[in-house]
T-cell receptor
Framework: KQEVTQIPAALSVPEGENLVLNCSFT??????LQWFRQDPGKGLTSLLL?????REQTSGRLNASLDKSSGRSTLYIAASQPGDSATYLC??????????FGGGTRLMVKP | GAVVSQHPSRVICKSGTSVKIECRSL??????MFWYRQFPKKSLMLMAT?????????EQGVEKDKFLINHASLTLSTLTVTSAHPEDSSFYIC????????????FGPGTRLTVL
């Protein structure tokens, strides 16, 4: 059974810092990996989708990497802003086409 | 990206009543829709997967008679919480996967259910 772990569970940084969120998964036979953002009381916004054959994806200040063989992905946020404060969820899709979510990292960027 | 809507966004009801939540894919056709439940400060828990025109597949521990799912068209799925009780209070999120797409799932804004 696929298990997805996100570290740290919570993170507080001052504005302007570059930061890295970590995601690990136990079964490397994945189809793709997705990073989402969730604001309090809201649904999920897809940030980046990395196919299993890819090593990274970039969107603006966000860069996500994937090392499938070691079961790891990182989300890099450059020059963090207070508006980046949210919960970030990592999810992997396995061959059965189901998404398995990590527990999330709650990020607080202080002005 | 593709848009998924949910209605209502928030509902408060009395114990024993039934509540229906709608999930719509607005600009794409979704052969598969998913219903998740999320407890405070926790991640999403998959409740069931529904394919258009078929019966939903429920995850272990989810009562299918309690949570009725209908996926009658390629753009609409409904979740009905029957005879709701306070322990059913939660945040319910639906998701839709585009037909013929890259297997990316798009999520609705969620519905906050409070059962008094």
């Amino acid at each position: 059974k696929q298990e997805v772990t996100q570290i740290p569970a919570a993170l507080s940084v001052p504005e302007g810092e570059n930061l890295v969120l970590n995601c690990s998964f136990t079964d490397s036979a994945i189809y793709n990996l997705q990073w989402f953002r969730q604001d309090p009381g809201k649904g999920l916004t897809s940030l980046l989708l990395i196919q299993s054959s890819q090593r990274e994806q970039t969107s603006g200040r966000l860069n996500a990497s994937l090392d499938k063989s070691s079961g790891r992905s990182t989300l890099y946020i450059a020059a963090s802003q207070p508006g980046d404060s949210a919960t970030y969820l990592c999810a992997v899709r396995n061959a059965g086409n189901m998404l398995t979510f990590g527990g999330g990292t709650r990020l607080m960027v202080k002005p | 990206g593709a848009v998924v809507s949910q209605h209502p966004s928030r509902v408060i009801c009395k114990s024993g009543t039934s509540v229906k939540i709608e999930c719509r894919s607005l600009d794409f056709q979704a052969t598969t829709m998913f219903w998740y439940r999320q407890f405070p400060k926790k991640s999403l828990m998959l409740m069931a997967t529904s394919n258009e025109g078929s019966k939903a597949t429920y995850e272990q521990g989810v009562e299918k008679d309690k949570f009725l799912i209908n996926h009658a068209s390629l753009t609409l799925s409904t979740l009905t919480v029957t005879s709701a009780h306070p322990e059913d209070s939660s945040f319910y999120i639906c998701s839709a996967r585009e037909q013929g797409g890259h297997n990316e799932q798009f999520f609705g804004p969620g519905t906050r259910l409070t059962v008094l």
